[in-house]
């Protein structure tokens, strides 16, 4: 496993980071990109799209699981230019087959050199029933004892099949219920609105659970490719919700589509959260 000590931004880069983007004086808690908005010029040119990202004025970004094929030579690259950038990687987005025992060091000793302290898993895989919710939520837990060693948790983030009920009862619920409180619920705000669910009474119902959000915003008309701020989501409540009650620790801007080019939704959908957050 990595040492982690050797892969800490200088002081000076910290200081950097912060001072460039003038969020922080409304809040301390930084907005990062997930990177699957740009998967395609990630794809293409990695270094390229951190420094397109980050001059935007993003503080982080969210690796998702095409990271995992990674090496520690690789990963200690990229953290190199996030660094260099004044960039932080907030968290990783992950497939169920990461939290494999086989695999979970793997991605640990990634996380760690990135600079990651939260792996996020990003989908269960086919679930059909409550019982299978139940050993996802065993799965979960599992993990979260074997990286708390290294000062790290995991989580789970929602889609619109997680808050759809079964037999009355929605997975989420059973994943809160059945996961301890560090397990964090990564909150996908768009697709919560979708299904029908209030993100601002779950929020509250999961006190210091809701520690990463994805800023994804959701409407009628146009799905999840309206713009953040100009779809349904209520942000100001959902910000004062996950602020008071929510613990969190990461916005992070998603964009499934839009009528833009992925470069130029992403920097909209910064602007729109920079006025919200005024």
């Not at 990630?42 to 420094?51: E, I, P, R, S, V």
């Not at 996380?111 to 409550?130: E, F, H, P, R, Y």
């Not at 397990?183 to 009474?201: F, I, K, M, N, R």
Request: glycine residues 10%; proline residues 5%; hydrophobic residues 40%.
């Amino acid at each position: 496993m990595a040492n982690l000590s050797l892969y800490q931004p200088t002081r000076r880069q910290l200081i950097a980071g912060f001072a460039a983007s003038p969020l922080l004086a409304a809040s301390k808690v930084p907005v990062g990109l997930e990177l699957f908005s740009v998967r395609d010029e990630l794809k293409a040119d990695l270094n390229g799209t951190l420094t397109k990202v980050a001059k935007m004025g993003y503080q982080g970004v969210e690796f998702f699981s095409p990271y995992f094929d990674w090496t520690a030579a690789q990963a200690r690259d990229t953290r190199k230019l996030l660094d260099d950038l004044g960039m932080r990687c907030l968290s990783t987005h992950n497939s169920a087959k990461t939290f494999a025992p086989e695999n979970l060091g793997h991605a640990t000793e990634l996380n760690q050199i990135l600079g990651s302290k939260l792996i996020v898993m990003a989908s269960a895989g086919k679930i059909t029933d409550l019982d299978g919710w139940k050993g996802v939520a065993e799965r979960l837990s599992a993990a979260s004892e074997k990286l708390k060693p290294a000062g790290m948790r995991c989580g789970f983030h929602n889609h619109k099949l997680e808050f759809d009920p079964i037999g009355g009862t929605k997975p989420m619920e059973v994943l809160a219920k059945g996961t301890p409180k560090d397990v964090v619920l990564q909150l996908d705000v768009g697709t919560c609105l979708h299904s029908g669910t209030d993100p601002v009474a779950w929020i509250k119902a999961n006190p210091g659970r809701i520690r990463s959000l994805h800023m994804k915003d959701w409407g009628p008309e146009k799905g999840y490719r309206v713009l953040l701020g100009e779809g349904a989501a209520k942000w100001k409540e959902i910000f004062a919700a996950a602020e008071k009650s929510g613990g969190v620790e990461a916005y992070l801007v998603e964009q499934e589509g839009g009528d833009l080019p992925p470069f130029d939704t992403v920097e909209r959908c910064l602007a729109n959260f920079k006025k919200l957050r005024a």
